[in-house]
């Protein structure tokens, strides 16, 4: 037998026009109570998709993780094994979650259950008790979670960057210590429930497939009579990042650094703010950015570096993260300080360009698509105060953004100069070779 050359490989077809963003059809009501309810249509499936965003800025942080962890653990009629066994009896569930800026109670179900779930939200929201045997199982389980995250790199480096880039902020702790967790009792959660789970400035959205008008008048049959007189805790603005030198997180033995660099950015409503996603995404943002060819697939130093625009209700920041072998970290650190050093010194190729633009129009098509991504993206939006209406302003915006506008804000925003960076890992090993690229300040795992 002879050998035969391989097939030359084909060529791609060009990508196709992009088509208009198709806004669905929605309806809004503020009910008496001072909850704006949103419903949205998308008939797909006989589904709809609920998320409640109440304000949350200022809550102690033991407390209201186990608010969120126990919010759904009986009422004043129901256990938390009958609230699930109604909800599973419409095709549906609910959790609970918090962050900084928001708790969030999310869930689907089936249309048909709509109103039965909307009942049990209701009741949750004006009845939960807070019984004390549930309150000491959900207060072990939060404390395991804690303790897991806590033995990794991932949730270390990430402890360490928002403390460096946020100092005094709410924002530079977002865990709290399992002793905290610990001391948390049911009295604590019933009043920090009395004073944050109400209705004012709160948000509910119902995307699915309902009549939007039918869907408000059920949410404001269901929750008219929640009512509440607590604080909403606002948040002073995000700190302004200061650059200084490399923090350096010693975890003696580790095999891996964690990299993490904040830069500058902005709102999604600000001007320069198209232009400097489509600038992210030709440096680190997607697979086919300068940063994934070059440390990825060029020189193999990881397997998924990534960088995304981080948006919080108090302030936004650009966060480019990696995790390194050891021996690689300085040389992944000189890699990506020279991409954003190219980036932000020569404008981007227009093909380069036109490519992070049609997978940034491409994202925001396929963030609509489904009834659970379209019901977390108008969440999102309306918890800064945004409508659905601004995706079609925001998508015009993207096809029109020049290379040279590309070329502005990645100077004004991801200039090495600008950027704080923290590195989790080995300092024995790789702190020489960091000093020999830029000053280093070097801390022990877990220093406050």
Known sequence: MTATAPPSPRPLPPL???????????AERTLANGLTVIAVRRPA????????????????????????????????????????????AVGGGL???????RLMLSGAGLVTGLDRMLEILAEVLTGATYPGKEVGTERDRLVDRIQVAQSQPAHL?????????YGRHPYAVQTPE?????????????????ERVHPAEAVLVL????????????????????????????????????????????????????LRIALPAVPRTHPDHAALQLANLVFGGYFSSRWVENIREDKGYTYGPHSLIEHSVAGSVLVAAAEVATEVTAPALLETTYELGRLASLPPKPDELEQARQYALGTLQL????????????SAYAGNGLRLDFLAEYAARLAKISVDE???????????????????????RVGPALSALTPVRTEPDGAE
């Open 207 to 258: 995307v699915g497939d309902v009549q939007p008008e039918r869907a408000l008048d059920a949410a404001e049959k269901a929750l008219a009579a929640w009512n509440g007189g607590g604080h909403s805790g606002e948040l002073p603005p995000a700190p302004p990042l200061e650059p200084g030198p490399l923090l350096l997180v010693d975890r003696p033995g580790s095999v891996q650094s964690s």
């Open 157 to 165: 480096a990430r402890t360490a960057l928002l403390r460096r880039v």
């Open 16 to 26: 196709g026009p992009n088509r208009r963003l198709k806004l669905p059809k929605q």
């Open 45 to 88: 499936i006989p589904l709809v998709e609920l998320r409640l965003w109440m304000p949350a800025g200022r809550t102690n942080l033991a407390r209201g993780a186990m608010l969120a962890q126990t919010m759904l653990s009986g009422t004043e009629t129901m256990t938390s094994v009958q609230i699930a066994a109604e909800l599973q």
């Open 406 to 428: 590309v070329a502005e804000v990645a100077q004004r925003y991801l200039a090495p100069a600008r950027a704080v960076t923290v590195i989790l890992g080995d300092a024995e």
């Open 367 to 378: 963030g609509m698509s489904t009834q659970a991504g379209l019901a977390s993206l108008v």
């Open 95 to 101: 959790s609970a979650g918090i962050d900084p800026d």
């Open 178 to 194: 399992p002793d905290h967790v610990r001391a948390v009792r049911p009295a604590a959660l019933r009043r920090l429930h009395a």
